[in-house]
C-alpha cells in the first residue's frame, strides 16, 4: 500500500515534544498552560506589587507614630537647647554692655 501524501490545506497532527517542567492544566479551560516555573514568576510579580505598596503604608503609619510619641521629648529637648542659647547670649552681652561701661568710666 502507498502512503498518500495529503493535500497542503489539510492540517497534519504532529507530536510535540517539551522539554523542562510539565506545563500546568489549564484553569477550567480559559487559560493557556502555564510551566511551573511561568506560574511561579507571575505570582512573585503580584506579591512583589502587593507588598511594595501594602510595605510602604506600614512604614509610613509606624513612622507617624514614632514621631507622634517622639513630638513631647524633641519639643521639650528643643526648649531647653532654646533656653540655654538665649541665656547665654543674654548673659554674653551683659557682660560686653559692663564692660563697655567700665572703660568708659
Same mark, same amino acid.
Given at each position: 500500500?502507498? #502512503? ?9 497532527? #504532529?507530536? !510535540?515534544? *517539551?522539554?523542562?517542567? $510539565? ?6 479551560? #480559559?487559560?493557556? $498552560?502555564? #510551566?511551573? &516555573? *511561568?506560574? %511561579? *514568576?507571575?505570582?512573585? *510579580? ?6 511594595? +505598596? @501594602?510595605?510602604?503604608?506600614?512604614? $509610613? %503609619?509606624?513612622?507617624?507614630?514614632? +514621631? =507622634? ?7 521639650? @529637648?528643643?526648649? =531647653?537647647?532654646?533656653?540655654? !542659647? ?5 548673659? &554674653? ?6 564692660? $563697655?561701661?567700665?572703660?568708659? !568710666?
Amino acid at each position: 500500500m502507498a #502512503t498518500r501524501i495529503p493535500p497542503k490545506f489539510v492540517p497534519t497532527l #504532529t507530536e !510535540v515534544v *517539551q522539554t523542562g517542567p $510539565a506545563p500546568l492544566a489549564p484553569a477550567l479551560g #480559559t487559560l493557556p $498552560a502555564l #510551566t511551573q &516555573d *511561568q506560574l %511561579a *514568576q507571575r505570582v512573585l *510579580q503580584r506579591v512583589e506589587l502587593a507588598l511594595d +505598596t @501594602r510595605l510602604r503604608e506600614a512604614i $509610613a %503609619a509606624a513612622i507617624l507614630e514614632h +514621631t =507622634s510619641a517622639l513630638t513631647p521629648l524633641l519639643r521639650e @529637648r528643643v526648649e =531647653s537647647v532654646v533656653r540655654e !542659647v538665649v541665656a547665654e547670649a543674654l548673659a &554674653d552681652e551683659m557682660q560686653a554692655r559692663q564692660r $563697655a561701661a567700665g572703660a568708659n !568710666v
